[in-house]
């Protein structure tokens, strides 16, 4: 079974900084695809970022482009969340998710089958 553990998140002031972070564990990465979710208080769960685990492909969500950035550590089978420039907006429980995504949708949630528990990041303005 394929285990997701993110950690990282907290409470910061808008303009801060947080990295997010996904261990893997339980089988090979490779040819998966690694993306992270957010949801907030009342909200659907949307996508933010994903990342080809073999190669340098990445995808992100318009309300994140310029601020986040997703990458990854073959060698831990981690995945990162580099979040910049927070905004109150982005105040949500954060989710790594990975499947093959034969077929799928990287922004699609159905599209993963394994997830993390998630970690909490607040933005205070």
């Known amino acids: 079974q394929v285990q997701l553990v993110e950690s990282g998140g907290g409470m910061v002031q808008a303009g801060g900084s947080l990295r997010l972070s996904c261990a893997a564990s339980?089988?090979?990465?490779?040819?998966?695809?690694m993306g992270w979710f957010r949801q907030a208080p009342g909200k659907e769960r949307e996508f933010v970022a994903a990342?080809?685990?073999?190669?340098?492909?990445?995808f992100y969500t318009d309300a994140v482009k310029g601020r986040f950035t997703i990458s990854r550590e073959n060698a831990k089978n981690t995945v990162y969340l580099e979040m910049n420039g927070l905004k109150p907006e982005d105040t949500a429980v954060y989710y790594c998710?990975?499947?093959?995504?034969?077929?799928?949708?990287?922004?699609?949630?159905?599209?993963?089958?394994?997830w993390g528990r998630g970690t909490q990041v607040t933005v205070s303005s």
């Open positions: 339980g089988r090979t990465f490779s040819s998966y695809f």
């Open positions: 998710a990975a499947d093959l995504l034969r077929g799928g949708i990287y922004s699609r949630p159905s599209s993963y089958r394994y």
């Open positions: 990342i080809s685990w073999t190669n340098t492909n990445t």
